[in-house]
């Protein structure tokens, strides 16, 4: 069986995209690589994107002149996870801090390994895990 090599993309669903595109840019500092009324796409460190849609703006095919992107759509709170370094947990927190987003939960996995959790405008859940969340 061929393999799968990694998660390119992940996709939220948001009403109003100018808010959301603000969050990720001011909270997280991730760079807008593309954008237009339907969607934004950020460049996540390490060959990933994080996708925001238009809650319902998607729900037809897009035609494209390479092929068409099938429709899909996403509603209620959905959860994403970035990878943080174990040693910057304490920066993070207090850049959440002045950033006035609150941390609505900590969890310590190990003795090394935590996870930090708010909520971004529409109530998605993200979470900062340090990288051994998984495999050790």
Same mark, same amino acid.
């Given at each position: 069986?061929?393999? $799968?090599?990694?998660?390119?993309?992940?996709? +939220? &669903?948001?009403?109003?995209?100018?808010?959301?595109?603000?969050? &990720?840019?001011?909270? $997280?500092?991730?760079?807008?690589?593309?954008?237009?009324? @339907?969607?934004?796409?950020?460049?996540?460190?390490? *060959?990933?994107? +994080?996708?925001?849609?238009?809650? /319902?703006?998607?729900? @037809?095919?897009?035609?494209? *002149? /390479?092929?068409?992107? !099938? !429709?899909?759509? /996403?509603? /209620?709170? $959905?959860?994403?996870?970035? =990878?943080?370094?174990?040693?910057?947990?304490?920066?993070?927190?207090?850049?959440?801090? @002045?950033?006035?987003? !609150?941390?609505?939960?900590?969890?310590?996995?190990?003795? *090394?390994?935590? =996870?930090? &959790?708010?909520?971004? !405008?529409?109530?998605?859940?993200?979470? +900062?895990?340090?990288?051994? $969340?998984?495999?050790?």
């Amino acid at each position: 069986m061929p393999r $799968l090599n990694a998660i390119l993309e992940t996709s +939220l &669903y948001v009403a109003d995209l100018e808010r959301a595109v603000a969050f &990720y840019r001011r909270v $997280l500092e991730l760079p807008l690589l593309d954008r237009d009324d @339907r969607f934004a796409a950020f460049d996540v460190p390490g *060959r990933q994107v +994080l996708l925001l849609f238009v809650r /319902g703006g998607t729900t @037809r095919p897009i035609a494209l *002149r /390479g092929g068409t992107i !099938p !429709p899909h759509d /996403g509603d /209620g709170p $959905l959860h994403v996870a970035f =990878s943080v370094d174990a040693g910057e947990m304490g920066a993070w927190e207090e850049h959440l801090g @002045r950033e006035n987003v !609150p941390i609505e939960s900590r969890v310590t996995w190990s003795d *090394r390994d935590r =996870s930090l &959790y708010f909520r971004d !405008p529409d109530g998605h859940l993200v979470e +900062l895990a340090t990288p051994g $969340l998984w495999w050790r």
